[in-house]
């Protein structure tokens, strides 16, 4: 619960802003919203990428998401964690669907995170926004959903709607250094989940990633799969039958599986 004023007015945790009443929000006190960021890894570049909207009012680059519904609003302060979060999460794909991609993409993207371990929230909080007055504040959560590229690319994108001008999988560098800049508090949101894809990727845990593949690899006397190099090794500096040439058990320790040249 936030701190009230002495008229009962809810104050903004983040300190004054210096304008007063609810400005351009819905209401006062808390104002829930509910990001999406879709995100892939892409192994050719070494890059990850985010799809990304370009909001009509601003011309911004933002997160595809928006307002929890006034209804669902009203709930949130008596629900559990988990519902709070579930409630965020249809939300922000409501607006995904509705902003970003087809009717097409939507059905992808379901399959695609149909496992949720696939969705993890990144942030949820309050925010700083440009919206905010001293008695009206944006609460947002953010959540990132990881897919592998092949996925990604079978999602359907819009071109443009009422509120959006364009929609693209963007990387952190291409959102860094957009000619207009991003919106409110989403640069932050991307940050954010660039380090999340990073330990991820550093995990093994991105979909469509090969595992690690280090390991040991046993061969034995009778092995034929050792690979045209080692056949044609020769040691022709020790006798034949001298403990280091005879085969009973080589180890091999690999980062990656053999391959032929």
């Not at 919203?33 to 799809?51: E, H, Q, V």
């Not at 949101?189 to 595992?211: C, H, S, T, V, W």
Request: proline share 5%; aromatic share 8%.
């Amino acid at each position: 619960a936030c701190c009230k004023d002495e008229l009962g007015r809810p104050l903004n945790p983040l300190g004054r802003t210096g304008v007063r009443g609810r400005g351009s929000l819905g209401k006062y006190g808390a104002n829930h919203a509910a990001d999406m960021i879709p995100s892939y890894y892409n192994p050719s570049n070494d890059t990850f990428y985010y799809l990304t909207i370009r909001r009509r009012d601003t011309r911004e680059v933002a997160c595809a998401g928006g307002m929890i519904d006034p209804g669902d609003q009203a709930k949130l302060a008596k629900q559990a964690t988990n519902v709070v979060t579930q409630t965020s999460k249809n939300a922000a794909t409501r607006e995904l669907n509705e902003e970003a991609i087809t009717e097409e993409g939507a059905a992808v993207l379901a399959e695609a995170l149909a496992d949720p371990n696939k969705t993890i929230v990144i942030a949820a909080g309050v925010v700083d926004d440009a919206r905010n007055t001293d008695f009206a504040f944006m609460v947002s959560t953010a959540f990132l959903a990881t897919m592998d590229k092949q996925t990604a690319m079978k999602i359907m994108l819009q071109k443009e709607n009422d509120e959006v001008l364009d929609v693209a999988w963007r990387s952190l560098w291409e959102i860094k250094h957009d000619t207009i800049g991003v919106f409110a508090s989403h640069m932050s949101f991307f940050k954010i989940a660039e380090r999340k894809m990073q330990e991820l990727k550093n995990a093994d845990r991105l979909p469509g990633m090969m595992p690690s593949l280090k390991r040991s690899i046993t061969f034995s006397p009778n092995d034929m799969m050792l690979p045209d190099d080692m056949k044609r090794f020769k040691m022709d500096s020790a006798p034949v039958d001298s403990p280091s040439t005879r085969f009973h058990n080589i180890r091999m320790h690999a980062s990656y599986p053999f391959a032929r040249r």
